[in-house]
T-cell receptor, first 112, second 114 residues
Framework: GQQLNQSPQSMFIQEGEDVSMNCTSS?????WLWYKQDPGEGPVLLIA?????ELTSNGRLTAQFGITRKDSFLNISASIPSDVGIYFCAGNYGGATNKLIFGTGTLLAVQP | EAGVAQSPRYKIIEKRQSVAFWCNPI?????LYWYQQILGQGPKLLIQ????????DSQLPKDRFSAERLKGVDSTLKIQPAKLEDSAVYLC????????????FGSGTRLTVV
């Protein structure tokens, strides 16, 4: 099935550094969402974006809905060890189904 | 509010055996989803229910997978017979109909087929 292209695949950074990751699609989405998944757990919603160009923050996290509606970006500022995990973008077409198309994931490791 | 409950957490079976997973969504969430997450990949939708009706099962391998949500609340996902490639985490999620609030996922059931 379709999956979104997410980059980078993995990141190994020092505590305190800023992080950027992005997600691209060949299709237009009505909604973009960013999730974080810890080992052995289900994904947890971080940020939801509903309009092209929208920029939304959640604490140290900031995400943007791309103008073309085919991409989205997530930034994490001043990373801390508990930011470790896998980050997934997800897109929704809207309409009759609420199906989410997930990205391939970005593994983030933070060195204290 | 209580989260999405799933059981069992782990299951190991031999190929060609049958297995069933159970999910209890958040109270009041009309929409329930089953996703399959293969190691190293993002989740992929298997089936979506709206109350007790199927909205989307286009990605469900219907020759071996089945799911039901008889009373519009909890749901079961069954695999019969299992194949090696079915090894994955099976995630249940629920939401209000408006996707605006996103999904709430359960912790998943990790299935290993040997």
């Amino acid at each position: 099935g379709q999956q979104l292209n997410q980059s980078p695949q993995s990141m190994f950074i020092q505590e305190g550094e800023d992080v950027s990751m992005n997600c691209t699609s060949s299709s237009i989405f009505n909604t973009w969402l960013w999730y974080k998944q810890d080992p052995g757990e289900g994904p947890v919603l971080l940020i939801a974006l509903y309009k092209a160009g929208e920029l939304t923050s959640n604490g140290r996290l900031t995400a943007q809905f791309g103008i073309t509606r085919k991409d989205s970006f997530l930034n994490i500022s001043a990373s801390i060890p508990s930011d470790v995990g896998i980050y997934f973008c997800a897109g929704n077409y809207g309409g009759a189904t609420n199906k989410l198309i997930f990205g391939t994931g970005t593994l983030l490791a933070v060195q204290p | 509010e209580a989260g999405v409950a799933q059981s069992p957490r782990y299951k190991i079976i031999e190929k060609r055996q049958s297995v069933a997973f159970w999910c209890n969504p958040i109270s009041g969430h009309a929409t329930l989803y089953w996703y399959q997450q293969i190691l190293g990949q993002g989740p992929k939708l298997l089936i979506q229910f709206q109350n007790n009706g199927v909205v989307d099962d286009s990605q469900l391998p219907k020759d071996r997978f089945s799911a039901e949500r008889l009373k519009g609340v909890d749901s079961t996902l069954k695999i019969q017979p299992a194949k090696l490639e079915d090894s994955a985490v099976y995630l249940c999620a629920s939401s209000h109909w408006e996707i605006n609030y996103g999904y709430t996922f359960g912790s998943g059931t990790r299935l290993t087929v040997v």
